[in-house]
């Protein structure tokens, strides 16, 4: 459960989180967050996404960002706002060479902070506590899915679907274990 001020660190993938009311705060009403956008958040990698349950607010405080919202890329600049209704597919990203600040808001709150914890989790995970950069392959995507099926409920993922992500992982690990049985074979 997040508390007021915490902050939810995803740096490698471009963007921190900083809790201003948490759902025990709205009693589940809402969760209300202030967002840095990294320079180069998103360029490579956005991920493009749905909240089923939810309904999400953002608006810009500082700098410009662009956001993907029905299959169009949308220049937001400081005092701009979107609404978004539950269901529709979102993205955002950061081609500025200056951090963007945002609010945002989801309401209800549902297991969101949950799920952002467990992101940081994961990401501190993968680069060893920040000891290594964060690699957006393969397996980085496939764990990133299994994390987001975690979540159907809050965020959906929009893109490649997750099962096509876990099945190229598993003929990869199906073609490397082929081969090394041929090794064997032959030796």
């Given at each position: 459960m997040a508390v007021k001020n915490q902050v939810f660190d995803m740096?490698?993938?471009?963007?921190?989180?900083?809790?201003?009311?948490?759902?025990?705060?709205?009693?589940?009403?809402?969760?209300d967050l202030q967002w840095e956008v990294l320079p180069g958040c998103g360029m490579k990698h956005a991920l493009v996404h749905s909240h089923p349950n939810a309904k999400e607010t953002y608006e810009v405080l500082e700098?410009?960002?662009?956001?993907?919202v029905k299959?169009?890329?949308?220049?937001?600049?400081?005092?701009?706002?979107?609404?978004l209704s539950q269901g529709i597919a979102h993205s955002f990203r950061n081609p500025n060479r200056k951090t963007a600040t945002l609010f945002n808001s989801r309401e209800?709150?549902?297991?969101?902070?949950?799920?952002?914890?467990?992101?940081?989790?994961?990401?501190?995970?993968?680069?060893?506590?920040?000891k290594k950069k964060l690699r957006m392959n393969l397996r980085t995507k496939k764990l990133m899915t299994e994390l987001m099926n975690d979540y159907k409920n809050e965020i959906v993922p929009e893109y490649a679907p997750g099962v096509l992500v876990i099945m190229l992982t598993r003929f990869k690990k199906f073609k490397r274990r082929r081969r090394s049985r041929r090794l064997q074979a032959r030796s």
């Open positions: 740096t490698p993938l471009g963007m921190k989180f900083t809790v201003l009311k948490s759902s025990e705060d709205t009693h589940g009403k809402s969760l700098g410009e960002v662009e956001f993907f299959d169009e890329w949308i220049r937001a600049r400081k005092g701009d706002r979107f609404i209800p709150a549902l297991e969101m902070e949950n799920y952002f914890e467990d992101v940081c989790k994961l990401i501190n995970k993968l680069t060893h506590n920040g």
